[in-house]
């Protein structure tokens, strides 16, 4: 899951970033209007928490600039404005959720979550898919109701792989989501990850959860439990 | 009498009235004098004709031959004019024949006078001695009487037609006067409607195309009204800027708290947020003031409803506004919205999906959701007073901000049971029109 964080604030913005690479997020984190606006167009995201003062470009028109590229997801305001008339505005320019400053680490973690899970068209804090039980808030799985140990990096690629389960994924793509830009990229390492998932979650060959489309990428193949 | 235009017409009126009362009455003396004169001098001029053609017998007898005086009615029975010539004693002796009834008594005046009076017709009396040629002289008196004397009719017909133009004239003054109030006052009608266009939101100011004398009235309402608006705008910023300096540190402190940190710090900050979140808020509703402009209620309550719609996506949360077009509040726009963001978000927040704003028949805010409703003693704590800096955080910090809003603007604020669920009730009697 790769997410940008605009915040003017260097110590709110370093905490913030901290607190979601702990996570398991892959952060991009930008300090200014101008910066996030082309960040927040440019990168492949599955998350944009901005601020509403910024330098710069304001934060609304960050949104509206990357609604207006074409970019779907979704977008939780950060703002120390607690008027109804500057949310509503902020969700009309194109944000989905708002969290007023000073916010609790725990809230702004819960909605992030919610909200990328909404648009993988999830319902539930628990995906459910075949046998497998992902919780996301905490970022346990279980099999058949058995825990299940991952890596982190095991937990996002499969976390990323089950919300959009009935998708080809490409390996550029999974690479692009489950690392920032300033991470160093390997798509081959996407392979080895792919294939230790593969021997934890079906270790007998029975369930084939990933399915390889040769030259395309991975497929989750099982189905979403309740279906949307 | 509270109206420039009635005082003005008034007064106005009963100067007039009383001008031509006046002015009618000092012609018609003018004329009636004028006629007096004229009658009695034409009835002297008989009175020598008559003399002129009486004789005496040579016993004394006094006779009048009408033949020669240039009088015909004298002489047509019942035509009004009549002489008669009495003794000295008041009998008549003769009289004209135009006279067939018995000749009126008389008093008879002194010798040589002449006795005027005007009544029915004027009357004129003349004392006179016929000397005799043997030296003794009888004492006669000779009455001219007119009834209907040509002056006099004219003289009616004159007054009749005095008074008719007189109450023309003043019809027209009358008329007159009320276009000249209506086109004198109008420019202060006119302000008078801007203030009321303005009270609307359909201007921003006053035109300054106003006359002189009240052209000082019309630029103080509009700076007073700039200075008001930029100063409510400046306010609005500098406690934005405020929030946004305070808020900020906050948020890094508490993003910083983690398990080590002592709870009474997390809750010193916690308690710091809602009295800075309380206090910023209070100080920006703008409260009850005049010429407010009035806000449409159904609009806003729309697109509070949609974007309640993202935030609660995961309930598919369905809003039923059953408001009518035409609904407005006499509330500063923030105000409402943050009075109506609040109540709304809390419904969402506590149902189960569905909410639904209304107006009642006495103009209340009506919001209902399908939740659990609300706790014994929630309206108990709000009617005490319970301040949004001393609740709990969760525990309907909303309900606490619509209320101080709603105090701002002397309305009241009610918790019921709804037919679904909770239900809120809001009585604005200062913001409904």
Known sequence: MRVLVIEDDADLRATLVERLEAQGYAVDAAADGTEGAWMATEFPLDLAIVDLGLPGRDGLAVIEALRQAGRDYPVLILTARDRWQDKVTGLEAGADDYLTKPFHMEELLARARALIRRSGRWSQSELRSGPLVLDTAAQQVTLDGQPLALTAYEYRLLEYLVLHAGEVLSKTRLSEHLYAEDDERDSNVIEVFVRRLRRKLDPDGRLQPIETLRGRGYRWRLPRHPAP | MNSLRGRLLLAAGVILLLFLLFTGLALERAVSGYTRDAERQRLQGLVYLLLGATDADPDGRLHTDLSGVPAPRLRQPESGLVAVLYDATGQPLWHSPSLLGAPPPIDPPGLDQWRFTAGDGYRLAYGFAWLLPDGRSLRHTLLVADRASPLQLQRASFTRRLWWWLAGTSAGLLVALLGLLHWGLRPLRRVGRELAAIRDGRAERISDHVPVEIRPLAQGINALLDHERRQQARFRDALADLAHS??????????????????????????????????????????????????????????????????????????????????????????????????????????????????????????????????????????????????????????????????????RLQLMRGPRGGRVVVALPEATA
Request: charged share 30%; aromatic share 4%; proline share 7%.
């Open chain 2, 246 to 411: 305070l808020k900020t540190p906050l948020a890094v402190l508490r993003a910083q708290a983690d398990a080590d940190t002592p709870p009474a710090w997390r809750e010193q900050l916690d308690h710091i947020d809602r009295l800075i979140g309380h206090q910023l808020r209070r100080a920006a509703t703008a409260g009850a003031r005049p010429l407010r402009r009035p806000v449409a209620l159904r609009p806003l309550a729309e697109r509070l409803c949609r974007a309640l719609g993202k935030v609660y996506a995961e309930r598919g949360l369905r809003c039923t506004i059953d408001l009518p077009t035409t609904a407005r509040l006499a509330m500063d726009e923030g105000d409402l919205m943050e009075l109506l963001g609040n109540l709304l978000d809390n419904a969402a927040k506590y149902g189960h999906g569905w909410l639904r704003i209304a107006l009642d028949g006495e103009g209340r805010l009506v919001i209902d959701d399908d939740g659990p409703g609300f706790p014994p003693d929630a309206e108990a704590l709000l009617r005490r007073g319970a301040r949004a800096d001393r609740r709990q955080p969760g525990q309907g910090i909303g309900l606490a901000v619509a209320q101080d809003i709603v105090r701002a603007y002397g309305g």
